[in-house]
Nanobody, 119 residues
Framework: VQLQASGGGLVEAGGSLRLSCGASDRTFTMAWFRQAPGKEREFVATIGRSGGNIYYADSVKGRFTISRDNAKNTWYLQMNSLKPEDTAVYYC????????????????WGQGTQVTVSS
């Protein structure tokens, strides 16, 4: 399964961005991770195939929303009230199984899209 992420860019603090990730085939669990310079990759959000089993990292809860469109094999990350600390490369990930927040559990990864939030 190939994943293609898009939607990153430069935005001022308090602004919004919407990331998209398209998959070449059906997947079960879809997620977003991010990696800031000098830091390890961290979990952001995940969603199950039915649209349930939604989990967020505490740092983005209430500001980010993950959703999916199974007809398009695409999932999204709506990011509102962005902060400079949200600056990172965002990666979409997918699994053919029910998985959680650990990056090693995901078999498929997109190429990453840069999100930069200026203060």
């Amino acid at each position: 399964v190939q994943l293609q992420a898009s939607g990153g860019g430069l935005v001022e603090a308090g602004g919004s961005l919407r990331l998209s990730c398209g998959a070449s085939d059906r997947t079960f669990t879809m997620a977003w991770f991010r990696q800031a310079p000098g830091k390890e990759r961290e979990f952001v959000a995940t969603i199950g195939r039915s649209g349930g089993n939604i989990y967020y990292a505490d740092s983005v809860k209430g500001r980010f929303t993950i959703s999916r469109d199974n007809a398009k094999n695409t999932w999204y990350l709506q990011m509102n009230s962005l902060k400079p600390e949200d600056t990172a490369v965002y990666y979409c990930a997918a699994s053919s199984k029910v998985v959680g927040v650990t990056s090693r559990a995901y078999e498929y990864w997109g190429q990453g899209t840069q999100v930069t939030v200026s203060s």
